[in-house]
């Protein structure tokens, strides 16, 4: 079983592409509905994220194909942080660069909620 590559965050996000980033800003891409295929991939080939339906316990960020980011804002590294920017500067405009933003809009705020 071959590990997936990873590719720099710019250019999955100027080809619009979901998948996952590692704590340490490394962007693995997944096809559409692939997500779970990717990821089982990745743990079983060293680390990888949690299934997403128990994205609670992860450390990794999921970004979907249309450009959501499921994550949860306390466990995301300044890594990951700095390869969604680099997405989101990428991305050409549309619907997946806004939803990219709205996403990371959306974590920034429940940041600021969970510190008070």
């Given at each position: ?9 710019g ?12 704590p ?93």
């Amino acid at each position: 079983m071959d590990r997936p590559v990873p590719i720099p965050p710019g250019l999955a996000g100027h080809r619009q592409l979901g998948g996952w980033i590692d704590p340490r800003g490394r962007f693995y891409p997944a096809a559409y509905c692939a997500h779970i295929r990717v990821a089982f991939l990745l743990r079983e080939t060293g680390e990888g994220p949690a299934e997403p339906w128990l994205m609670a316990e992860s450390w990794w960020a999921m970004v979907k194909s249309h450009g959501e980011v499921i994550a949860r804002p306390d466990r995301l590294s300044q890594a990951q942080l700095d390869s969604l920017s680099d997405m989101l500067m990428a991305a050409p405009d549309g619907p997946y660069r806004s939803s990219l933003l709205a996403s990371l809009r959306q974590l920034r705020e429940l940041e600021m909620c969970r510190r008070g």
